[in-house]
């Protein structure tokens, strides 16, 4: 009998024109997309104060993308704060969107957007607290540890659905949830494109018509890492683990680099490495 | 002192004056101006001199197309949320630590953009200031309430028009208010422009509430705007003081002498 797990995992098997080592001057221009999407959420993230609420945020890291030429989106942003972090009581798509939810002192935030920057997409997570908070760092060595591994288990034989698990596995041993289980797809990861329409400005709510498009011209199932995946790892993924603890949640998300028994991250000058000392 | 930073690409100026050693930025309130239409940062002249003269760090910002401030081809940078970021980030440049406390007074359109970035100061914010200046939401109400106020403020439905409100911010204001514009005027346009494109947020969302003490001060033969009620407020801040003076919209800068007093008094009870 087949089942809908049996189905996903044939489909993840189709070839993807996304499944390509990319050259030097494809990385350079992910490169571009991602930094500036940190250096805005670190940039407004530096705004933050109690009483700013998660739209507001969310439209003001829109307009410092826009103001720095973007004119197109992979998805808009998103930032969550406190429970929401860890998609509590998530239910309906557009719980997802960013609300009207006032942030607080010890509120854990994350960041979380994706501009399209010269054709090239860019797709970043950004945790972090106002104050300090005694969950998340441990928390964030858990992402660090995922930072370090993931490469490996990357450049291993092991298929993407395996490495969804290992994944799954460590967070669960931790005493963690497993939140990007909760995202569509359950995704660990996404491939990202050159998207050619982006001068268009597209629809975008949250995820662009642009970005649809280059999922499902390309098949869907191969270009997402979900736990059936048994398709290609060679190429451009965006990879999100995301924990959830008590009253928060913490993730990153940046590029990763996937070549035939090599993987790495595209660049080491992102917030979370930089903190830890680690680029 | 006039200074000029690059901010998201554009220059941007903005007046400072009195201390801004990093430490003396937190013994008093910083005091952040915003100007209206069609003026700059030196409107507010009467203010920068004597309160940095007093020992108050004071900035006074050049919206976007005025004083400096690089003109944008689009009209994004003309939304208020545009706006708000550029204050933010010419404080960011002034206080990168972000310790001070900052009083904030608008007038005219700079109304607008002081009760925003009030809001995105949060307890930064030690105090509001508004002279002749609505809050966005305030202007929305009068338009279905008061049909007087519809009429003094039609000429923001022109403004709307381009070409034409060029012309006439070249030719017929200059008369009615009977002095030279300062160059750029006809850019400050797009600033009305940007801030109708707000609208329909804030008539959907629920204004965020000011804690902070509010002064507002209102010079009653304003021949555009309304002398504002207590009840106006009454959704926006938690305690709003309304002094009317018998004076015009620009009474900061024609009358400092009268202003000046009321505004010291306010922020000297802020301590």
């Known amino acids: ?279 | 002192m006039l200074r000029e930073e690059t901010i998201r690409g554009l220059r941007t100026t903005w007046i400072q004056a009195g201390p801004t050693d990093a430490k003396l930025l937190t013994e008093r309130p910083v005091l952040f101006f915003l100007h209206g239409f069609p003026d700059t940062a030196e409107t507010w002249a009467g203010q920068t001199a004597e309160f940095s003269a007093a020992g108050f760090p004071v900035l006074a910002s050049n919206l976007r197309g005025v004083g400096g401030s690089e003109p944008s081809p689009t009209l994004d940078r003309y939304h208020p949320d545009a706006v708000l970021l550029d204050q933010l980030q010419t404080l960011r440049q002034v206080d990168p630590d972000a310790r001070s406390r900052i009083v904030v007074i608008g007038h005219d359109i700079g109304g607008i953009y002081a009760w925003d970035l009030a809001r995105a100061l949060g307890d930064r914010l030690a105090g509001l200031i508004l002279i002749n200046a609505p809050a966005l939401e305030q202007l929305l109400r009068r338009a279905v309430r008061s049909p007087t106020q519809v009429l003094k403020s039609s000429y923001i439905a022109l403004f709307q028009i381009p070409g034409i409100s060029e012309l006439a911010v070249k030719h017929l204001v200059p008369r009615l208010l009977k002095r030279p514009l300062p160059e750029g005027a006809e850019e400050e346009l797009r600033l009305y422009r940007g801030a109708v494109r707000a609208i329909p947020r804030a008539l959907l969302s629920k204004p965020t509430r000011i804690h902070a003490p509010v002064l507002v001060l209102w010079g009653k033969r304003d021949p555009y705007l309304e002398v504002p009620t207590e009840a106006e407020y009454g959704n926006l801040a938690d305690q709003v003081e309304i002094r009317v003076l018998d004076e015009g919209h620009w009474m900061h800068s024609r009358k400092p002498e009268r202003v000046n007093p009321l505004i010291a008094r306010f922020v000297e009870r802020l301590k």
């Open chain 1, 1 to 279: 009998m087949i089942t809908l797990d049996t189905f996903y995992r044939k489909l993840s098997q189709v070839k993807s024109p996304s499944a390509q080592v990319p050259t030097s001057s494809e990385q350079a221009g992910f490169r571009r997309a991602q930094r500036l999407a940190y250096q805005c959420a670190e940039e407004i993230g530096r705004e933050l104060r109690p009483g700013w609420s998660e739209k507001r945020t969310a439209r003001l890291m829109d307009e410092y993308l826009r103001d720095h030429g973007v004119k197109s989106f992979f998805h808009r942003s998103f930032a969550w704060f406190g429970d929401r972090t860890r998609f509590q009581n998530f239910k309906h798509y557009w719980t997802f969107m960013p609300s009207s939810r006032e942030l607080q002192e010890t509120d854990v935030i994350i960041l979380d957007t994706a501009p399209i920057v010269d054709q090239y997409a860019g797709d970043i997570g950004y945790t972090f607290s106002l104050q300090p908070h005694s969950g998340l760092k441990d928390a964030q060595d858990l992402l660090a540890e995922f930072r370090q591994v993931l490469p490996e288990w990357f450049s291993s034989d092991a298929t993407p659905g395996e490495i969804w698990k290992k994944v799954d596995d460590r967070i669960r041993e931790r005493g963690y949830d497993n939140c990007h289980a909760l995202y569509p797809f359950a995704v660990l990861g996404h491939r990202l494109h050159r998207i050619p329409w982006a001068r268009l400005p597209g629809v975008t709510v949250p995820f662009s018509l642009h970005s649809y498009w280059a999922l499902l011209k390309r098949g869907l199932f191969p270009e997402l890492l979900s736990r059936e995946h048994t398709g290609e790892k060679i190429g451009i993924w965006a990879i999100e683990p995301h924990l959830g603890g008590a009253g928060f949640g913490a993730k990153f998300e940046e590029i990763l680099v996937v070549e035939p028994g090599r993987a790495y991250w595209l660049d080491e000058e992102v917030p979370h490495a930089r903190a830890r000392g680690t680029t």
